[in-house]
């Protein structure tokens, strides 16, 4: 009887330390909720007026990825996509080869059609050189490669890539030229996306809905490895995860990924259609906001 009411003492005090415990932690992160919510509600002040400063044409979505809350400034606005394509391309490639459609391992033939001026070293290969689609994915994402962008275009076919887009819900992200096909944008053929089909698009690889959760996994490891980080990353401390993309032609000057903090991860993308001779303070304009971001969350 005894070792019964100790029993239940000990029961009843266990539930009280621990009720006390639930009700510290609530209150303490209440507190957190409320302080982040306060520094959100400056960080999108200062945004507005960066995007004031700056005075030229831009999409932006920022997101915190816990909370939900967003910042947007023409997050539906048009804007000629330039590399900012190859992410929805990686993503409709990795899903076909989920689907059983092609294999990863498969190759591709390098055609002298194919090669690109700009960003990318298999320009420099001769015709009829080999390679894997995923290796051609890698370059065309972590170096920009446009040779390999159009060899994948050439393989998957416009219509295909185009029709995965649609699933993928990008509303206003096409592709109707391949890279560096100035030709046709002079004739006004172009690819065009926005600030918000972009964020999505990230927001499906981050939280592993692309599919499947290898799928996300695959596009979003690949997208670690960019090796071009003078806009998103550039103001970051050394050793901070990236994963994004870039996009830059005459006049337009993009980047957009997930950044990943301790305290937290969010997702930026910025779009830019800019008057200046080079791209120079659309980049300083990007690399700015997106330490701007991270210090909210410090």
Known sequence: MMFKKITIILLLVGL???????????????????????????????????????????GIVIKDLKYGWE????EDKLFPSA?????????SIVLASRQGKLKLEDTVVLKNKDKAYGSGVLKEYAQGSRFNIDDLIELMITQSDNTAANMLIDYMGFD?????????????TNLARKMMDFK??????????????LANLLEKIYRHKLASRQSSQI???????????????????SGTVVANKTGLERNICHDAG?????????????????????????KIFISRLAREVYNCYQ
């Open 16 to 58: 009280a330390v621990t009720g006390s415990y639930l009700f510290i932690r609530h209150r303490r992160d209440q507190q957190i909720f409320r302080q982040r919510k306060a520094e959100w509600c400056e960080l999108e002040k200062s945004v507005k007026q960066d995007v004031n400063r700056f005075n030229q044409e831009c």
């Open 71 to 74: 910042i947007t400034v023409n």
């Open 83 to 91: 590399s900012m394509v190859k992410v929805p391309i990686m993503a």
């Open 160 to 172: 295909n890539l185009n029709s995965y887009f649609k699933k993928f819900g990008l509303n206003n």
């Open 184 to 197: 046709s944008r002079d004739q006004g053929i172009e690819n065009f996306t926005s600030a918000r089909d």
């Open 219 to 237: 596009c979003l490891d690949i997208l670690k490895k960019q090796k071009i980080r003078d806009r998103i990353p550039r103001r970051l401390p």
């Open 258 to 282: 997930i950044v990943f903090t301790p305290q937290g991860d969010f997702l930026i993308c910025v779009l830019t259609r800019h008057q200046y001779q080079y791209a120079r303070p659309a």
